[in-house]
């Protein structure tokens, strides 16, 4: 019981929304489609701050590219901009009954072009803030 105590006292840290463990307090997950798009999304719980929960999807983001063998992603807002090839470079972060939560639809490039994001550049300049450990 102290360590539920302890968690529910910590922000959302980077992890895995469905490690059984500690994924009810939030964390990022992925859906694939439709087409060649995945959606991607990070929910926290409402200790976490809305910039902290935004650099978590676009870190996933980033490593989703890296796990695809991607360097570049479009990032989508919505699956209408996606259609309409609307791309942004960060993404508005709502909040639903006091906790923050984002998602995002990405497509993986191989070369750069235009509003496309690097996942090497990404992934190096965030890591020290996601993986710098959980906000308390």
């Known amino acids: 019981m ?3 105590a302890l ?22 997950w992925e859906q694939k489609g439709p087409g060649e798009l995945i959606k991607v999304g990070f929910s926290g719980n409402s200790i976490v ?18 796990r695809e063998s991607k360097t570049y992603f479009a990032f989508y807002q919505s ?5 309409m090839d609307k791309r942004s470079a960060e993404k508005t972060v709502t909040t639903i009954v006091h906790k923050p939560a984002v998602y995002a639809y990405v497509l993986f490039f191989d070369a750069p072009g235009p509003g496309l994001l690097s996942s090497p550049d990404l992934l190096a ?7 710098g450990g959980a906000e308390k």
């Open 79 to 83: 699956l209408p901009d996606a259609v």
């Open 125 to 131: 300049r965030l890591a020290p803030e996601v993986k």
């Open 49 to 66: 701050t809305r910039e902290k929960v935004g650099t978590y999807l676009l870190y996933r983001c980033a490593e989703i590219a890296q």
């Open 2 to 4: 102290a360590a539920v």
């Open 7 to 28: 968690l529910a006292g910590c922000a959302t840290g980077y992890q895995d929304a469905s490690q059984p463990l500690v994924g009810w307090t939030g964390g990022y």
